[in-house]
């Protein structure tokens, strides 16, 4: 690599870094890459805990769209601080916002949508390090069964062209942690990162992309360790977690979206792999696959 390159590459990291601090000059300086050709500027401030991101531009930005791209791009970041993102768009001419809107982001907004499908007499039973109970107890209120011919999925990334997929009801709560949390054991598959204590009780994690043929967790550049993702499932009666790239929300489908994906796939990943759903570009896993893939058998059965 030549030495141009090699501070190239520095200084990304240390943008990446920064913007995932949350600082919000460099925040603003990328948003505003992306936007660019849109013809709107953002600014991007902390208020009381919040994120504001503002957008103007003549006339105001259209919400759609521009809330769309702020919310996946901040999202990406993972932000470990980050709960609440608000964007609001304005006109060159006006400082007040014409429009607004308030996103819940991270495991917070997840637990809600948890909440929602399972209903209220499961609420007790999932959780999440960043729900509040006023939050877990309203979302529980207002929740709606979903209809037979819908399923439900946590939608995820892998160092993979596809986003995945994963059905909710196998998912009992989605954790953040950090490097530090996980005990890590000897003399075990290389996709078993060690132990987490949960809830008083000991949940063996494991690298999903090291299960299914990929980088580890841990070489891939854009994994922020102080702050991974966890997508704690209960299966066969085994309790498991699965330490993920990002984690972005949950999406309903039609059962009869998913595809047979017979063919499609490489033969490491080929027999994790429940179907494939064409609308959403994304791979739908199977969770029992996943609980019974013989390289986890040791740990998860003691023999």
Not at 17 to 45: C, S
Not at 162 to 191: F, G, H, K, W, Y
Not at 269 to 296: M, T, W
Request: net charge negative.
């Amino acid at each position: 690599m030549s030495e141009r390159a090699r501070s190239s590459s520095v200084e990304q990291q240390r943008i990446l870094q920064l913007a995932r601090a949350g600082e919000p000059e460099t925040l603003t300086a990328l948003l505003n890459h992306r936007l660019q050709p849109r013809g709107i500027t953002a600014k991007v401030r902390w208020h009381e805990g919040e994120l504001r991101v503002t957008l103007v531009a003549q006339p105001a930005p259209e919400p759609a769209s521009n809330v769309q791209l702020i919310e996946q791009a901040i999202a990406k970041l993972n932000i470990p601080t980050l709960e609440v993102l608000v964007i609001a768009g304005c006109t060159s001419a006006r400082s007040q916002p014409v429009w607004q809107q308030r996103r819940q982001l991270g495991a917070a907004a997840l637990v809600e949508d948890l909440l929602a499908w399972l209903g209220a007499d499961t609420a007790a039973t999932v959780s999440t390090p960043l729900a509040s109970p006023a939050t877990s107890t309203s979302t529980a209120a207002r929740s709606l069964p979903t209809p037979v011919s819908e399923r439900r999925f946590l939608r995820f990334q892998l160092p993979l062209e596809n986003s995945l997929l994963l059905a909710v009801d196998c998912i009992q709560e989605v954790l953040r942690l950090t490097l530090t949390q996980i005990l890590p054991v000897p003399d075990m598959p290389e996709a078993v990162l060690g132990l987490y204590n949960w809830r008083g009780e000991m949940l063996w994690l494991i690298d999903l992309s090291r299960l299914l043929g990929l980088t580890a967790i841990w070489e891939q550049p854009d994994v922020t360790l102080d702050a991974l993702n966890a997508i704690v499932l209960c299966v066969e009666q085994h309790t498991l977690a699965l330490v993920v790239q990002q984690v972005d929300g949950i999406e309903a489908y039609a059962s009869q979206a998913i595809q047979n994906s017979q063919g499609l796939f490489p033969a490491h990943l080929a027999p994790f792999v429940e179907g494939y759903l064409r609308e959403a570009g994304s791979i739908a896993l199977d969770a029992r696959a996943i609980a019974r893939a013989p390289r986890l058998q040791t740990v998860l059965t003691g023999h």
